[in-house]
C-alpha cells in the first residue's frame, strides 16, 4: 500500500460536530506527542485528553499508527505552509545572493525549532515506518526544491562550476546541521549544546562563502 492510499484510508467526516470530535482526535494526539518526544501513548489517553470515546476513535482510524500518520501530514502541511511563505519572501526581498542564505537559513532554523517538538517523534519513527518516512521525505523535497529554485535566480552570483548542485548540497548541509542540533532522529532535547545563534551566523556565512567561491584546482 502506498503512502497516499494509507493516508487517504482514514475516515474523515463530513458533518461539522464529527469534524469537531475529529479535530479533537489529532490535536490531543499531536499534543501527546510534542510533551513526550515520542509516539508513547495509547489511543485511551487520546480519548481521554479529547473528550472523545474509544468507539470514535475507532470510527476514524482503524489503528493508532492511521492516526499517527494522520497526525503527521497535519503537522507538515503546517511546517511546509510556512517555510513555503518564507521562501518566497526571501525570494522576492533579498537583493543579492549573500542577502538571500541569510535570510533563507534564519528563516529555515527559526521555522524548524518552532515545530522541533512535535517533529521530533516522526523523525524517530521514520526508521521504522515507511509511511512516515515516505511523507517526511515528500514534504522535505518540497522545501528543498524551493529553497534551490530561490537560490539559482541568482547563478550568475554562484562561482561553483555546478550551480544545481552547489544549491541542493548547500541546503542539504543547512538542514542536517539544523536537524541535528534541534534532536531529530533523537529523544534528546538537543544534540549539540553551541550557541543557536552563532550556529544561524556561521551557517550563514559558510554556505555563501561556499557558493560564491570558484574551487581551486589542484
Known amino acids: 500500500m502506498n503512502v497516499e492510499t494509507k493516508i487517504s484510508a482514514v475516515r474523515a467526516p463530513q458533518q461539522g460536530r464529527s469534524r469537531a470530535s475529529f479535530e479533537r482526535m489529532l490535536i490531543a494526539a499531536e499534543e501527546l506527542m510534542s510533551e513526550r518526544g515520542t509516539d508513547d501513548f495509547t489511543l485511551n489517553e487520546v480519548g481521554k485528553r479529547g473528550k472523545v470515546s474509544i468507539g470514535s476513535i475507532y470510527c476514524r482510524f482503524d489503528s493508532k499508527d492511521d492516526l499517527v500518520h494522520a497526525v503527521q501530514t497535519r503537522v ?21 545572493l549573500v542577502i538571500l542564505v541569510d535570510r533563507l537559513v534564519e528563516g529555515t532554523a527559526e521555522s524548524l525549532r518552532r515545530f522541533a517538538d512535535v517533529m521530533r517523534p516522526f523523525m524517530i519513527r521514520a526508521s521504522t515506518d515507511t509511511v512516515v518516512a515516505a511523507q517526511g521525505k515528500a514534504r522535505y523535497a518540497e522545501i528543498a526544491d524551493a529553497v534551490c529554485a530561490a537560490l539559482l535566480e541568482h547563478s550568475a552570483e554562484i562561482a561553483q562550476p555546478d550551480a544545481e548542485r552547489a544549491v541542493h548540497s548547500a541546503y542539504r548541509i543547512l538542514y542536517s546541521s ?31 562563502a561556499f557558493l560564491t567561491t570558484s574551487p581551486r584546482i589542484a
Open 76 to 96: 507538515l502541511e503546517r511546517v511546509n505552509a510556512e517555510q513555503l511563505a518564507m521562501v518566497e519572501s526571501a525570494r522576492t526581498e533579498a537583493p543579492d
Open 178 to 208: 539544523i536537524a541535528r542540533y534541534l534532536g531529530f532522529g533523537s529523544t534528546m532535547g538537543s544534540a549539540w549544546d553551541g550557541d543557536w545563534q552563532i550556529l544561524k551566523e556561521d551557517l550563514a556565512r559558510m554556505i555563501a
